[in-house]
């Protein structure tokens, strides 16, 4: 559902709307990263610009944000 989504969100990257897929199925940043290929500090990189695009402090408040957007619905 999210990744259909996150298909039209310009403000983020494409690596950025992978990492914000892998926050909305709850996958730890160590999980997102073995299944991205990336480091845990990579994750945490990526996470934190997400949440610094959308104004979130938490991830379920950072889903409730992307999704409630026009322009990501």
């Known amino acids: 559902y999210i990744v259909t989504h996150l298909q039209g969100c310009e ?33 945490e990189g990526y996470r934190a610009s997400i949440m610094r695009k959308v104004g979130a402090r938490n991830a379920a408040e950072l889903l409730r944000r992307v999704l409630s957007q026009s322009r990501c619905v």
């Open 11 to 43: 403000p983020f990257t494409r690596r950025e709307r992978e990492v914000l897929a892998r926050i909305a199925v709850g996958e730890t940043n160590k999980e997102a990263a073995r299944k991205l290929g990336l480091s845990s500090r990579t994750i």
